[in-house]
């Protein structure tokens, strides 16, 4: 612990290095026996102007350190992998010794034969290998002692002279990624530094010690990255996945920060809680990695714990993803100082000293990694070794799926696998499987037969039986499911149904225009997944876009065809644009996102309403606000900016709540409230006068309480399980009705314009235990979860009977507006593509529900 005399230089902020014997460039003790330092080599303060832990580092801060000691080191080399939103570099060192590096390609071509031809690879091959090791830090940016030891490490690599630093250098490659996250990190950092004085204060009412919303954990988009290793829907997160797959280290390391009354944790985490999919023999190294880890802390003498609290089980966290890929995946969580200084049970808890257990840890796993090298290195080998055996056993031979009358949707799942390489095959022939019919040229084959065969299994299987009822995260992520795409498991064998293999970034289909040109009118069938996106481009251009909501028959060709309601109805003669510039978009759109586009010459009707018809309205372009600041969910406003401004180019207002009252809401058309309290009143009041009020999750629940819908709340009974429980158990008891995650089915109204483009029945992400009756007004009830609403993951009997027939989504009528409810997130972490087309359906239809 610290000492009173350092807590007194402490509380000046003027912390000094110790006598010349301590080297480590810490304000804490830290011995190293047989190590000395390379005067060369600059240290952190020469570069930043201070010392590590006296004082938060900005990330640039951490960017130059890490540049300027590559430019002074041989065993370091520093690589730009990607940026963040916000225009951040993103960057990893390669350590490693000079020999090596001068091998650099040939050492990762021999790694990764581990994983590609792993039946090359022999005993005596691997006891010449190195190990690789990712050794990554701080992914929530306010969680930042990670990247302050990341800062000392670096130092300690590049700068430690001796037989051993030398000895474990020759025999690991380590990549050490200092900045997860750095647009949160700059958000944090900025924070605590300016809201210091001379003097700090360890009073936890103090502003330092309490960020502003959104506070630094999330990237630019309020998106908790460490739920993003898997679905890689971030920029941040598909530059790092594509740099651990271009390396596939054996080891990956994951440093964060937890509550401040704990003390240090490392896995392994809480046996019953591993995934089923990773196998024993990952456990058992991860408990052997263990053992180096207390030995450095119990030097230090640092409290400590493992086995508790934390799970190996959603593969979408760093420390877990590892796990499906044939590595080791360590979770480090230090207790928080998260101010310079902080109060905690323990007694005052300083920043430097976070910094020195993340150091400490960050050695310990050097040493792990040599000492079992070539455990690590066979584990590996031996892991995709087993993937055809595993393949064979397995009862399904491959997942198949079709593109469900999106394109778009099915290209994001496809992307995602072959981002983890997975193989993607066009189906050859048509089949039949789990009573649905998969066609060629519509439908793809994921074969179990590969490397990935593990990884293959834990993104497409449907589980409901587990052997723990506690979840730290979410139970099920099955990804056809999140994209809304009819999919099955292929149980024969899959000779002739293989057909070519997709190359990364292949396109599924090319746009064409089907009909003679030029055109009267164009017509564009709705539920293709980026067509929001290409409307609303042709709005900006001044096109006027209608939609049908009658079906009609019309030859196109001298053939009659049928559309059916939300038909998309664009005369090419309009009065402010020009027929060259919609043909031009129209064109372009159909090329952009592979749709077949139909060129009607004619406004006469076969059968149905003509063209003309007032059954078509035209649709406003939407002026989209999200409520957010404080008082509102962070996560679900992200997602929503995101999904508009990302993904659909969108401009997206953020309205702070607190000045709902005094804003002017006619400057928009729809409002989203992804989890906000804000004054209802003056909400109501713009409802009323036409607007469009779309709510998610708890935001559901806030206009339920201010009486924006009538509908009752379904009861939930927690405590009457819990009389006769023993005390020891009430925390685990109480747990196991918590819903943290599950795939449930909804029963859809197609006819409603929010489904146009759905099936009868949609799968949705279901968390929490608040449900809904479904409003009783005629027209109201756009889904609702079915009778038996399970598909996949963790739920109990009694959550189940709440959420039977309960309120999926809702659409009322309120003055001349209108309020959408979705009771759920439909953009959940920005991977489940399937309901955000329902969401986006809410955001650009007003004019026609």
């Known amino acids: 612990m610290l000492t009173r005399a350092f807590l007194v230089l402490a509380a000046t902020s003027m912390i000094a290095l110790g006598s010349q014997a301590q080297e480590v460039p810490l304000p804490l003790d830290f011995p190293l026996d047989g190590v000395s330092y390379d005067e060369s080599i600059p240290k952190p303060e020469d570069v930043i102007g201070h010392v590590i832990g006296t004082r938060h580092t900005a990330p640039h801060q951490v960017v130059a350190y890490y540049r300027a000691v590559a430019a002074a080191s041989d065993r370091v080399a520093v690589f730009q992998h990607g940026e963040t939103y916000e225009g951040r570099a993103l960057i990893h060192a390669i350590v490693t010794s000079p020999a090596n590096h001068e091998r650099l390609d040939e050492i990762r071509a021999a790694n990764v034969a581990l994983s590609e031809t792993p039946e090359d690879v022999s005993d005596s091959d691997l006891e010449s290998m190195p190990v690789v090791a990712l050794q990554g830090y701080s992914i929530h940016g306010n969680e930042a002692s990670g990247a302050e030891a990341a800062v000392v490490y670096l130092y300690h690599l590049a700068a430690a002279r001796g037989a051993t630093i030398e000895e474990s250098l020759d025999n690991a490659v380590l990549l050490v990624d200092p900045l997860f996250n750095p647009d949160g990190g700059d958000r944090f950092v900025d924070w605590v530094n300016r809201n210091r004085g001379a003097v700090h204060t360890t009073d936890s009412q103090d502003r330092e010690h309490n960020e502003a919303w959104p506070g630094g954990r999330t990237n630019h988009y309020f998106f908790d ?416 900016w995101h999904l508009l401004s990302e993904r659909f180019h969108m401009p997206v207002s953020l309205l702070n709540t607190d000045r709902v009252g005094n804003a002017d809401l006619s400057r928009y058309s729809v409002i989203v409230n992804a989890g906000a309290r804000a004054d209802a009143e003056a909400i109501k009041a713009w409802v009323r006068d036409g607007g469009t009020l779309i709510t998610t999750a708890s935001g559901t629940s806030w206009a339920v309480s201010n009486e924006f819908m009538d509908v009752e709340r379904r009861e939930f009974d927690t405590d009457s399980l819990l009389v006769d429980v023993p005390y020891r158990d009430i925390g685990s008891t109480r747990g196991a009705q918590s819903l943290g995650g599950s795939i449930f089915r909804a029963d859809v109204d197609t006819t409603h314009p929010i489904a146009y483009g759905f099936a009868e029945e949609v799968p949705l992400f279901r968390r929490g235990t608040t449900f809904f009756d479904p409003p009783t007004s005629p027209g109201s009830r756009v889904a609702t979860f079915a009778d038996a609403p399970l598909i996949s993951g963790y739920a109990t009997d009694m959550q189940l009977e709440a959420a039977s027939k309960a309120m999926a989504v809702a659409a009322v009528r309120m003055g001349s507006g209108r309020v959408v409810a979705f009771s759920d997130s439909p953009v959940f972490r920005a991977f489940w593509w399937g309901p955000s087309a329902m969401f986006l359906n809410a955001v650009f239809l007003p004019g026609i529900y």
């Open 225 to 640: 990255m460490n739920r993003d290793w898997l679905p890689i829907q971030l920029k941040e997160s598909q530059a790092r996945i594509a740099m651990f797959h271009a390396w596939r280290p054996q080891v990956l390391t994951d440093h964060h920060e937890m509550g401040g009354n704990s003390t240090f944790f490392f896995q392994p985490g809480i046996p019953s809680r591993t995934n089923p999919n990773t196998p024993q023999e990952n456990q058992d190294l991860t408990g052997e990695i263990a053992t180096y880890h207390a030995e450095q802390l119990d030097a230090i003498g640092s409290l400590y714990y493992s086995k508790e609290s934390f799970d190996d089980f959603y593969y979408g966290k760093g420390s877990t993803f590892p796990d499906i890929n044939g590595a080791i995946g360590i979770l480090f969580e230090q207790a928080s100082s998260r101010a310079l200084e902080s109060e905690t049970q323990n007694g005052n808890l300083h920043y430097a000293f976070t910094v020195r257990n993340q150091f400490a840890t960050s050695l310990s796993t050097l040493e792990a990694v040599t000492a079992l090298r070539e455990k690590l290195l066979r584990y590996q080998r031996d892991f995709y070794a087993g993937a055809p055996e595993f393949a064979s056993d397995h009862d399904v031979k491959a997942y198949v799926f079709s593109t469900s009358g999106s394109v778009g949707r099915a290209a994001g799942l496809i992307e995602i696998l072959q981002a983890h390489r997975i193989r993607v095959h066009r189906l050859a022939r048509e089949i039949s499987a789990d009573g649905k019919t998969f066609d060629p040229g519509t439908a793809y084959v994921v074969p179990m037969a590969q490397s990935q065969a593990r990884l293959i299994e834990a993104v497409m299987e449907e589980r409901t039986t587990f052997p723990d009822s506690l979840f730290y995260d979410v139970s099920t992520w099955t990804l056809p499911r999140a994209f809304n795409l009819d999919f099955a498991a292929w149980t024969s064998s899959t000779r002739g149904i293989l057909g070519d293999e997709l190359s990364r970034g292949e396109r599924l289909s090319t746009g064409r225009i089907v009909g003679q040109e030029p055109a009267y009118a164009y017509l564009i069938p709705w539920g293709e997944y980026f067509l929001p996106r290409e409307v609303y481009a042709l709005q900006d251009m001044g096109v006027r876009v209608r939609m049908s909501t009658k079906p009609f028959s019309i030859a196109i060709d001298g053939v009659e065809r049928s559309f059916g309601p939300g038909t998309l109805i664009v005369p090419t003669e309009q009065p402010d644009a020009t027929k060259e510039d919609i043909v031009a978009g129209i064109r372009r759109l159909a090329d952009e996102i592979g749709i077949t586009v139909f060129a009607a010459n004619t406004g006469l009707a076969l059968s149905g309403p003509d063209l003309g018809t007032g059954t078509a309205s035209v649709l406003r372009q939407p002026r989209v606000a999200i409520l957010a600041g404080s008082g509102s969910s962070s996560s679900g406003v992200g997602e929503i």
